[in-house]
DNA sequence: CATTTCTACTGTATCGTTACAGATTGCATT
DNA sequence: AATGCAATCTGTAACGATACAGTAGAAATG
């Protein structure tokens, strides 16, 4: 009588080696379902000695719960969404933000769902599925734009998500983010130690955050060290052939600068090529400075001056900051921001 | 009494837009939950005009099936897992991949997960974890070796799959692989129509099949054009700064090779390097061939002669390949080549 | 000794979906 | 009029887990 519950229920398991659930541990073990239940998430009404035996046949099992179950039951998907755009990503950038995510969710429930979109079609699009469907617990999103929609809409949903970058419109939020403004203020020093005085700038698209942050430390950087900006009609996200013509005709001009400051790995490639397609060369005519996410660049030309961006460590940050975001950690202590490294040029 | 079933059930609704379920459709139809379901999988039980009312309803709704409940009755994840290798990838080879496979998926309930592994570790880890918790209806995997352990595994237990590279031990699977016999061959063609006699090559990792392929096409290019071989004992595996001074050794030794054929994108920068480290230049004192998966190679030196590999259409073919597979198609029938190009180089 | 209070455990209902085994109705057959 | 048979539709149970509302027994209380 004391196993009426399962009387009947599990005369199972014969032959097969089915996957064990909650009811193969409470027969085995003689409990209730619910006991076994309670006791694999240390419930404090459960007995010691219980809950010790329990752990033991579910170990031994190799138990391991059912997510459908789970999810269907409390809601809880066990799953981080990553939204990525599908474009340009020329490096692998997201590669590495993949890997550094997986480093954390490792070790927990959680799995890793890539949302990918068109950044060219509608952004929001990805953020208001994962909303409406529940697919997942928690988002990482990317490309912030100072006002962006997606964090106002999933704050507004009360959905946990990092962000990489951030906003600048009295959003509160986690983060992690680059610290581009005191990339772009300490690659104008690297120039003007070098003498350089006439400096260009490879921005991002403006409609991104960070795109001031770059032109912040960019305009202090010439003030702080006396330098002048040489315009240059082109941001990151242009096709490499684009960049690399208009990068060309800027070097032929008269007025051309005798430094560069860029701030996308795959474009200083592109910058490269329309340097020396004007006839120049680095380290003679100008220098230059890029940002990379990937080590790169010095294989390619070991004359440009690089700062590296760890966006492995972002995507463990920003994983870090979503699961401390589900298990109710206040998004002002989930926020941080990684200074760039210099490591010594040449190899 | 006909909505009995309902009654009492699906009172709710008044003010909250909740997500709607078979449940309010049948509410709102005045149908049963069971003649919703089957409706709206065009069962042949259910009357036309009757599936039209619900498909309309459900479309107005938007109603979108809970993801929990169809898994945790019917084991259907609707999830695809991609398998990667967290190490190398200096490139963006396996986002270019993601991407590619989320193209076809962005059309099918299918979400696609990432299981992440070191390969120095354990490769069966992943795969074992898929199988054992039945996380997914398909597997993607690469890397693969000629009597590949995971192929056999995942065949042995029924879950789809498809490979990005084949197997060489009469197993039968789907896959996608890249023409490398062809690119070797070619390659050296390319080199001896230059009036390059004496090659190098490096070559992938010996334990992968396409080592093999790479192998054939370089030695039978090699007979067929009259050519001869320079070892080079370091593989496309090797951290880049072994495989610049190993091939700059090569490069200043006596006998060394006027033509390279290079197996791998991010090795190639790292051959440049040696190359250039040996004083020797692309173009005069000899050439390189090599394969890329992202057009980055020309940026960087226009003298290298680049063959693509389109590993975005290789993620969409695989994507094709494993959801067939769940769809009960042949494995004879799922498995595609294909060629590199050979785009004009210079830009 | 009766009553309350704990401790440790359990049954039932439920999440959303689908398989299965009926129902109900109308019509054609005998 | 009884029977058979499609054509449609429906209720119930189940997948695995957990929230909730208990229950049984022992111990503490009055």
Redesign the interface.
Known sequence: MENKGNFGQTASAPTARE?PTLKTIAFMTGLGVTTVSRALKDAPDIGAETKERVRMVARQL?Y?P????V??RTGK?NVIALV?S?DE????????M??GI??VL?GTPY??????HSHSKDPMQPVRYIL????ADGVIISRIEPDDPRVRLLTERGMPFATHGRTDAGLTHPFHDFDNEAFAHQAVEKLVERGRRRIALLQPPSKLTYYAHIRIGFQTGLHDYGAEEVPLRVNTDAP??DIRDIVEVMMRSANAPDGIVCSAG?AA??V??GIEAAGKALGRDLDMVSKQS?P?LN??RPEIITAQEDVRQAGREMAKAVIARIDGVEPELLQSVSQPTWPESG?
Chains 1, 2 share one sequence.
């Open positions: 996957r190799g391991q059912n997510r459908a179950g999810r269907l998907t990525l599908i990503e020329i490096m692998g950038f997201s590669s590495q993949v890997f997986s480093e490792s799995h890793i769902v890539i949302t990918p409406d469907t529940g697919s490499l052939a795959s490639i592109a490269n090529a990937v790169i294989w390619i190899r």
